[in-house]
């Protein structure tokens, strides 16, 4: 079966930080890409940060870039998404998202094959 479960949300002031995990189960890392996505309620949801683990190129949204950091450890199966310098529009749930390794480079767009069920992060003012 496979599993992804996003942790690490929670209520932080503006300019502080948070580090997201995606604990993936139940599919082979080395074929699938990793994303991470949020989603405000009445938008639709948006990818922020997604992985290719076919040359571990890494595209972020314009709104997090050099804010926002992913990372991963294949051993451990886990993935992170450090997120500095949180702004009040940073608030939303987040999602880490599973693909399919079809093209060397994933669509950072919330076609994705398995998802997690989702941490709120709400930046206070």
């Known amino acids: 079966e496979v599993q992804l479960q996003a942790s690490g949300g929670g209520l932080v002031q503006t300019g502080g930080s948070l580090r997201l995990s995606c604990t993936v189960s139940?599919?082979?890392?080395?074929?699938?890409?990793i994303g991470w996505f949020r989603q405000v309620p009445g938008k639709e949801r948006q990818g922020i940060a997604c992985h290719s683990s076919r040359n571990g190129r890494i595209d972020y949204a314009d709104s997090v870039q050099g804010r926002f950091t992913f990372s991963s450890d294949k051993a451990k199966r886990m993935a992170y998404l450090q997120m500095n310098n949180l702004k009040t529009e940073d608030t939303a749930v987040y999602y880490c998202?599973?693909?399919?390794?079809?093209?060397?480079?994933?669509?950072?767009?919330?076609?994705?094959?398995?998802w997690g069920q989702g941490t709120v992060v709400t930046v206070s003012s």
């Open positions: 998202a599973a693909i399919w390794a079809q093209w060397v480079r994933p669509r950072c767009t919330p076609e994705y094959d398995h």
């Open positions: 139940g599919l082979p890392l080395d074929d699938y890409h």
